[in-house]
């Protein structure tokens, strides 16, 4: 009997510490080189809807600079305790100008290609100068999202606080998201 019951708690000893290595590579691996986030409101329609779940990738910027119509994760610079998923529109150094629902950069005469918005904006925006190291965002469904034209803290996103570049949506179903 006594070996029988070694054998069992070898087993079970041996279970525990796989189980316990992948608890801990889970957690670093959530904390260090993804984000899985929740998507928390209706702004990014159609390209993302609300409660989609989506993998944003924190490695995407460690030997890069984000690139306009990025999907990026960050906290919401007036609630820092919710993650927004939002477009990356201008980039820093450069001047936004919104004029009836088109995007313009640097007063160039073609708008902001806009074949993923889902809606217009009404109204005119800006100009907004995005000061060194930040960025400019919008949603994709313009009418319905809090962004960089209805921060109340500031227009902007520090690039510091860029969590990651949204790579994946695995809820409902799998969609690629890196090249929308």
Not at 52 to 80: G, K, W
Not at 108 to 124: A, M, Q, T, Y
């Amino acid at each position: 009997m006594p070996s029988v019951r070694n054998e069992l708690l070898k087993d079970a000893l041996s279970w525990g510490k796989t189980i316990l290595f992948a608890v801990v590579f889970a957690l670093l691996f959530n904390r260090f080189v993804i984000v899985n986030a929740r998507v928390p409101s209706g702004s990014m329609e159609a390209t993302i809807r609300t409660n989609d779940r989506i993998i944003a990738n924190r490695l995407s910027y460690m030997f890069s600079d984000p690139t306009r119509f990025d999907i990026v994760v960050f906290p919401s610079p007036d609630r820092p305790d919710q993650l927004n998923v939002k477009r990356i529109i201008g980039l820093p150094g450069e001047t936004v100008n919104i004029v009836d629902g088109l995007v313009f950069i640097n007063d160039e005469p073609r708008p902001l290609r806009h074949d993923f918005v889902l809606g217009g904006i009404s109204g005119n925006f800006g100009p907004f100068e995005v000061p060194d190291g930040h960025y400019f965002m919008l949603g994709d469904h313009r009418e319905d999202s809090v962004d960089s034209r209805r921060w109340q803290t500031t227009p902007f996103v520090c690039g510091t606080d860029i969590l990651g570049r949204v790579v994946l949506r695995y809820f409902p179903g799998f969609r690629n998201l890196r090249n929308t």
